[in-house]
């Protein structure tokens, strides 16, 4: 049965969107999604079918000081007006189709980390409340962020234990799958001083953190090459960005995120027939 994974990237899944609503226009709905902070976060909107709802999110609101900005840090102790982003925008400025969602039949699972245990952890996105508690916490990038709690336990970005779910998914019985990357093709991630800082600061309150913050590039190169293996044996077909839908993390420059989303609308089309072969 096939898969779609989705790599995460606070505004590079953008180039993800665009895969999603080229999907959606081929009428091609996956019946199990697995990702990770802003990759699973636009993956809602794809399984509500809303085309084109994750681009005008960040068309409309990227440059908006209630999104991103210094100010929020008092309030939502982050960079992010979290509150804004997550309930404002999909309950009332551009609303979530929870109805169609809840018509979705597949299986929806959102990666997060366990901040106490250190491992990852896989939430039902069909149990999403309305305050998207869970999106917040795979989103909750340690020192932008702060730590979100659900269901007695405490939760940081899913990108740190397992930033491509794909194993996850296999695990789950998804043997052919769309593996949606934010990274060029030469990307070789490093060591960060952000990981290291955080690692540092939170080891006393969250001491089995450390290890897969200080090793978590490591994690992803060798995930990735797992993903390219993939391919090559006919098992997935991965997409990623080349230069034309390369942008930052934290892109301004709403043109270019255009243009990242429109290469991977873009490049799912080409490829739209090795993605059919999937449900073969």
């Known amino acids: 049965m096939p898969g ?18 080229a999907l959606l226009d081929e009428d091609i709905m996956f019946p199990y999604c697995i990702g990770v902070s802003a990759g699973i976060t636009d993956g809602f909107s794809y399984a509500s079918r809303q085309k084109e709802r994750n681009l005008k999110i960040l068309q409309q609101y990227r440059n908006d000081k209630r999104y991103l900005g210094a100010g929020n840090l008092l309030k939502s102790k982050s960079v992010f007006g979290v509150e804004f982003v997550f309930e404002e925008i999909p309950n009332n400025l551009l609303p979530f189709d929870w ?14 980390t366990n901040a106490r245990t250190g491992q990852p952890e896989y939430l039902d996105g069909k149990l999403l409340d309305k305050q998207n508690t869970m999106v917040k916490a795979t989103c909750a990038i340690p020192l932008v962020f702060p730590v979100v709690k659900l269901n007695g336990e405490e939760y940081y970005d899913g990108g740190i234990c397992d930033p491509i779910p794909v194993r996850k998914a296999q695990a789950d019985g998804h043997d052919k ?36 913050l200080l090793t978590r590039h490591i994690a992803y190169n060798e995930t990735v090459a ?38 991977g609308y873009d490049l799912c089309k080409q490829r739209i027939g090795e993605i059919r072969a999937l449900f073969a």
Do not use: W
Not at 100 to 110: H, K, L, M, P, W
């Open 4 to 21: 779609l994974v989705l790599e995460g990237g606070t505004f590079r899944p953008i180039f993800s969107a665009g895969v999603m609503d």
């Open 226 to 263: 797992y993903c390219d293996e993939l391919e090559r044996q006919g098992k997935a077909v991965v997409l990623r960005p080349a230069e034309e839908g390369i942008i930052d993390s934290f892109e301004k420059d709403v043109r270019k995120i255009e243009t990242s989303y429109q290469y």
């Open 177 to 212: 799958l769309l593996i949606v990357l934010t990274r060029p093709t030469d990307y070789v991630k490093e060591e960060s001083k952000s990981n290291k800082l955080a690692a540092k600061l939170l080891h006393k309150k969250y001491p089995n953190l450390v290890e897969p």
């Open 99 to 112: 109805d169609t969602f809840a018509q979705y039949e597949g299986d929806f699972r959102v990666g997060v």
